[in-house]
């Protein structure tokens, strides 16, 4: 992995763009579980909040309608950070949603979110959701079948973003 990235300010500011060619409130939905896997994970040491405009936003997620992103094939997700002075000062995030079942949505969320939250690469780990590929199960017949199982992130996933925001995690666990 990359040095880890870190936000000045928590919790991020979300924007979903809704004038997006894939957007729908259901997709919005699926995606906020994706990410809710981390707030969990981590006790809600990580949180978010939405808010209604680009640029309030420190976060813009946008949806395309197409199986794989063109930037390269066969991806469904793609986090890209700005960066000031070590610290990320904004996020946007891309999903394709064409081809994409609500659980795999929802994965490829939760790992973009790593991204998003700081995480700066992959882990070589299939078993962490940071882990550089997902996997797409198809019966004999073409039609898809349902993921072996969902992960949320990792103990190894959660102590790479203890990391990047030590001080947060130092603080929880003098509570």
Not at 116 to 142: C, E, K, Q, W
Request: charge should be positive.
């Amino acid at each position: 992995m990359g040095a880890p990235h870190r936000w000045k300010r928590l919790p991020v500011r979300v924007f979903f763009d809704a004038s997006s060619a894939g957007y729908a409130e259901e997709r919005k939905r699926i995606v906020l579980a994706g990410f809710d896997q981390w707030t969990k994970a981590t006790n809600s040491v990580i949180r978010y909040v939405l808010v209604g405009s680009e640029a309030r936003a420190d976060v813009v997620v946008r949806f395309e309608p197409v199986a794989f992103l063109s930037t390269n094939p066969r991806t469904l997700g793609e986090t890209y950070l700005s960066l000031h002075n070590g610290w990320v000062v904004r996020a946007r995030m891309t999903l394709a949603v064409g081809d994409v079942r609500p659980d795999e949505l929802t994965y490829v969320a939760a790992h973009e979110w790593g991204h998003a939250l700081g995480i700066n690469g992959h882990s070589d780990d299939p078993d962490d959701l940071m882990y550089a590929a997902t996997f797409r199960y198809v019966y004999p017949d073409g039609r898809p079948a349902p993921p072996a199982r969902f992960r949320g992130p990792s103990e190894r996933d959660i102590n790479t973003l203890k990391i990047c925001y030590p001080s947060l995690f130092a603080a929880q666990q003098q509570r």
